[in-house]
């Protein structure tokens, strides 16, 4: 029988691995003491919380022995011990990340081990990469509401708004770099480890009928969708009509800019416009089903941003974030439809409901976060090269509060939009099917 379980088979009980998992643990308890006597509790807190991760599986298997790898537990522990007991500052971010990722993927062996989350390697590794960008935009939000709200100086220490906009780009970038080179270590280090999961640590694949039994509960899309129509007080020639209108004024927008030479307006009009023919082609080419209310959720997206970019950004304060909002929801539809149409594939990978939205939150502030650096590397290229930027940031304030209106398109969309996505995430998992077989 195929026993194959990659994050099953992360999880250690030989002796050597225990001594030197043991010991780090204890450096951890160490630092979570000293801390907690000198009034770092937040150092306090991670430490602890890292050792709780660390011990789990062992506390639920009742053997000390079982453990995650010390390799990852010291990647995690070394800028705890760095920076909480030493008092030392690195000189980047890109060890903290690092740590970031290594913890990131602790919690998704144990998420698979002991609750109903299913992953194999490349979603682990995806889910790595998510994680730990999602974490620096989570964490600098965090950090100025804290300024904001209570007066702290965490992030908003005097220096001006660009500057530290400037800091907290670099720590992105740092966040993407050690995301993505440890999504690429990990997944060399499950395809060079020898050892399988053992017969305690073995997680089987969920039971399809299991997860079929949940999708009979649910209500009926028909139902939905006409709630969602009446809501919207659109018919579905109604939908088409304003996406059609959405097009044409598009292309005015496009001739004006033209017309004016106006390079930004040119580039974004150019890009939304084409943006609006994506779902009949992927209609055509690949039979995914696109409801009207899904073409008008997208076109709404990019002609709102293409106005944005045409002036209206800088003539209403609101609009960027509208866009951001509406843009964010469009980006967490797309990571909705994938994950589902994963989960219906293979029974190697299954998201519960109930965590469904969690992940797609992280998906869409990772995204986030990939905006703001594509948006920073645009602005001051452009400042470089003497151009009109296609992509400007102002300052810290745009970026935290871009970043909550994409959490509030996420929520959006686990509210209300997945409705609109059932059909094109099964149609996606039945060309997966015909495309790589059924896992």
């Known amino acids: 029988m195929d026993r194959t379980d990659d994050l099953g088979a992360l999880l250690s009980e030989t002796g050597p691995n225990a001594v030197a998992g043991w010991l780090l643990t204890g450096v951890l308890l160490l630092t979570a003491a000293l801390t907690a006597l000198e009034g770092a509790f937040d150092w306090t807190v991670i430490a602890t919380a890292v050792v709780a991760i660390v011990l789990l599986p062992g506390i639920a298997f009742r053997d000390l022995r079982v453990m ?16 909480a007991l030493l008092g030392r500052a690195f000189a980047t971010d890109l060890p903290i990340y690092l ?37 620096a935009g989570l964490w600098n939000v965090f950090r100025w509401l804290a300024d904001t709200v209570l007066g702290t100086a965490f992030l908003l220490d005097g220096r001006s708004a660009t500057a530290i906009n400037a800091a907290v780009m670099l720590e992105f970038v740092y966040a993407g770099i050690a995301g993505i080179g440890s ?7 499950f395809r060079s480890h020898n050892g399988g999961p053992t017969d305690r640590t073995y997680v089987p694949p969920r039971p399809r ?5 949940e999708e009979e509960g649910k209500p009926a899309d028909d139902t939905e969708t006409s709630t969602l129509r009446d809501r919207l007080g659109l018919s579905s020639r109604g939908q088409r009509r304003a996406s059609r209108a959405m097009q044409a004024v598009l292309v ?5 800019g033209l017309y004016a030479r106006d390079l930004t307006t040119i580039a974004n009009a150019a890009v939304a416009l084409a943006i609006t023919f994506v779902p009949a082609i992927l209609e055509r080419e690949y039979d995914l089903p696109m409801d009207p209310g899904l073409v008008l959720w997208i076109t709404a997206a990019v002609f709102l941003h293409a106005l944005g970019s ?26 909705y ?17 109930k ?18 650096i594509l948006e920073f590397a645009a602005d001051r290229s452009a400042i470089r090269l003497g151009l009109d930027a296609v992509l400007a940031q102002y300052g810290i304030d745009d970026t935290i509060v871009d970043l909550v209106f994409n959490a509030v398109g996420a929520v959006i969309v686990t509210l209300w939009g997945t409705v609109y996505l059932t059909d094109v995430a099964d149609s996606i998992s039945e060309l997966l099917e015909h495309r790589y077989g059924t896992d």
């Open 209 to 213: 009928t299991e997860v079929e039994e």
């Open 337 to 353: 439809a994938v994950f589902r149409a994963v989960h219906v594939h293979t029974t190697d990978v299954y998201i519960p409901p």
């Open 355 to 372: 965590l469904m939205a969690t992940f797609i939150l992280l998906f869409v502030l990772a995204a986030g976060v990939s905006w703001e």
């Open 68 to 83: 995650p790898p010390w390799e990852l537990v010291a990647i995690v522990a070394v800028p705890i011990l760095w920076q």
């Open 252 to 256: 005015g927008v496009l001739l004006w």
């Open 310 to 335: 045409a002036g209206l950004y800088d003539a209403v304060g609101p609009w960027d974030h509208l866009t951001h909002a509406l843009s964010a929801s469009v980006v967490a539809a797309a990571g």
């Open 183 to 189: 999504g690429v270590l990990f997944d060399r280090y």
């Open 99 to 135: 740590a970031v990722a290594a913890l990131a993927l602790l919690i998704a062996a144990e998420l698979h081990q002991f609750t109903a989350v299913r992953m194999n390697r490349t979603f682990a590794v995806v889910f790595v990469v998510v994680t730990t960008l999602a974490v």
